[in-house]
């Protein structure tokens, strides 16, 4: 199956990306920063660059992989902060902006018994 994993390259992404295609899936990871490249490709995926607040790069990379199920992963959680709600914000948005963004809706955004992440808090 294809599939697409936004935020391919966290403390999630990253073992959900080796499962996924250990088992046989065609597996397309995002990441933000282009040195995640080889992360991605040593897990044996597809890597894909986007901003996950950019709600057409989003879309294109979407369009271009045209998974048959998308699962988001994606947060912007690296060091912790002593403000934990200032740590929280951009993830927060990242969860709730923009998580309508697919390719109009024709495919499931999820596997069956699988949600996407809520908002931190």
Request: glycine share 8%; with cysteine; charged share 25%.
């Amino acid at each position: 199956m294809r599939i697409f994993v936004a935020g391919g390259t966290g403390v999630v992404g990253r073992p959900l990306v080796e499962t996924l295609v250990d088992r046989g899936h065609e597996v397309t990871a995002s990441t933000h920063r282009t040195e995640n490249f080889s992360v991605i490709e040593a897990l044996g995926a597809r890597p894909a660059l986007m901003d996950g607040l950019d709600d057409a790069a989003v879309r294109q990379a979407i369009l271009e992989t045209e998974p048959a199920v998308i699962i988001n992963q994606i947060t912007a959680l690296s060091a912790p902060s002593r403000n934990y709600a200032r740590w929280l914000a951009v993830t927060n948005r990242l969860r709730s902006e923009h998580k309508d963004t697919d390719d109009g809706g024709s495919r499931s955004r999820h596997p069956p018994g699988c949600c996407p992440e809520p908002p931190a808090s």
